[in-house]
T-cell receptor, first 113, second 114 residues
């Protein structure tokens, strides 16, 4: 079953605006990662936040993690048309002797020039 | 490094035929994942290997699916016999140590079973 669930499923914004995507998960994790997928391509890693971290920045990306609520958010500031893509959260679930990287269904972001 | 390499990029086959998808992970990575992506179900983990050993294949949908990793630089996902509902994009990904580093994805194989 899917560990992470993103919302919204789709988001359309104007260039220059900020985009916020959320991810909820069910079990304890070691870390949470965000990936981007352009149409017809593979997934590309954006940022990783560990379970003992609350916030992380990378360029125009800001990720927060609330382990008490089992949720994370990805903020893209000053969006550009080139940010148009699907964004996925992935969780490394903490389990007995077995680690997996499971993905949500993603948020499809459209940035209108 | 050329990244994770998958072949073929596209595969069209008739129902009932055997399909073999191939993956070459990044050198030095000890975890390899096979995922299937569809509009309805999103990105599903099918199976993953650690040091060439299958660790969890609970995501493999049916006995028609099988995966092997004969050595650290090669893995295959086989579907026999294929069915139209197997149509999807299949991704292979590798990572040096899952949960600690990012996973690197191949470009995927788009499979169409007619």
């Amino acid at each position: 079953s899917q560990q992470g669930e993103e919302d919204p499923q789709a988001l359309s914004i104007q260039e220059g605006e900020n985009a916020t995507m959320n991810c909820s998960y069910k079990t304890s994790i070691n870390n949470l990662q965000w990936y981007r997928q352009n149409s017809g391509r593979g997934l590309v890693h954006l940022i990783l936040i560990r379970s003992n971290e609350r916030e992380k920045h990378s360029g125009r990306l800001r990720v927060t993690l609330d382990t008490s609520k089992k949720s994370s958010s990805l903020l893209i500031t000053a969006s550009r048309a080139a940010d148009t893509a699907s964004y996925f959260c992935a969780t490394d679930a903490r389990g007995a002797g077995s680690y997996q990287l499971t993905f949500g269904k993603g948020t499809k972001l459209s940035v209108i020039p | 490094d050329a990244g994770v390499i998958q072949s073929p990029r596209h595969e069209v086959t008739e129902m009932g035929q055997e399909v073999t998808l191939r993956c070459k992970p990044i050198s030095g990575h000890d975890y390899l994942f096979w995922y299937r992506q569809t509009m309805m179900r999103g990105l599903e983990l099918l199976i993953y290997f650690n040091n060439n050993v299958p660790i969890d294949d609970s995501g493999m949908p049916e006995d028609r699916f099988s995966a092997k990793m004969p050595n650290a630089s090669f893995s295959t996902l086989k579907i026999q016999p294929s069915e139209p509902r197997d149509s999807a994009v299949y991704f292979c990904a590798s990572t040096r140590r899952t949960g600690r580093t990012e996973a690197f994805f191949g470009q995927g194989t788009r499979l169409t079973v007619v």
